[in-house]
């Protein structure tokens, strides 16, 4: 353990737990990967904002790939929804884009919050953006969205027939 993994050295001690934890063979490291997740949950639960991008790295370096992505991803929907009309976002996004780069679940998550933000605030967007969705985005702007160029998209081409029923009912009430 170095200095800058050491509690008291800019870290609080579930961070360092977290960092023992995605070092493989480290006397710290727990093989259940259940413990790992919760320990990383309590870690993004009490993360400082400045210290995110660096606890989201290190957590997925952990060797259960899919544990991992869902951890950080757990922290990017709730930190998302969070800061989804602030000013902030657009820098936090950028931050985070980096550090989720190379997981492909975790970087479509991130670039789906960036997308809601562009709807909701009536920013540029594509339908290319809004037809590569996940499922549960196009639903959500199916069920919440008053845009009618993104319900009226989602009523011909969602992925979903549920997507499409409900952009369709929805289109017909903000006439």
């Known amino acids: 353990m170095t200095a800058v993994d050491h509690p008291g050295h800019g870290r609080t001690e579930e961070e360092t ?16 990967e259940h413990v ?8 993004f639960a009490t993360v400082a904002p400045e210290e995110a991008a660096g606890l989201a790295a290190r957590v997925l370096t952990d060797p259960e790939r899919s544990m991992a992505s869902g951890a950080v991803c757990e922290y990017l929907d709730r930190r998302a929804a969070e800061l989804l009309t602030a000013p902030g976002f657009p820098a936090w996004h950028r931050e985070l884009s980096g550090v989720v780069a190379a997981d492909a679940f975790a970087a479509r998550r991130l670039r789906d919050w960036a997308l809601l933000r562009a709807v909701t605030l009536d920013e540029p967007w594509t339908e290319e953006q809004v037809l590569a969705a996940e499922n549960r985005l196009q639903e959500h702007l ?10 009226g998209l989602l009523a011909e081409r969602g992925r979903t027939r549920r997507t499409r029923n409900v952009a369709t009912a929805r289109l017909r009430q903000v006439r």
């Open 142 to 151: 199916a069920e919440e969205s008053n845009a009618r160029p993104v319900l």
């Open 17 to 32: 737990s977290v960092t023992g934890t995605v070092a493989a063979g480290a006397a710290g490291f727990d093989p259940d």
């Open 36 to 43: 790992r997740f919760a320990r990383y949950r309590r870690a």
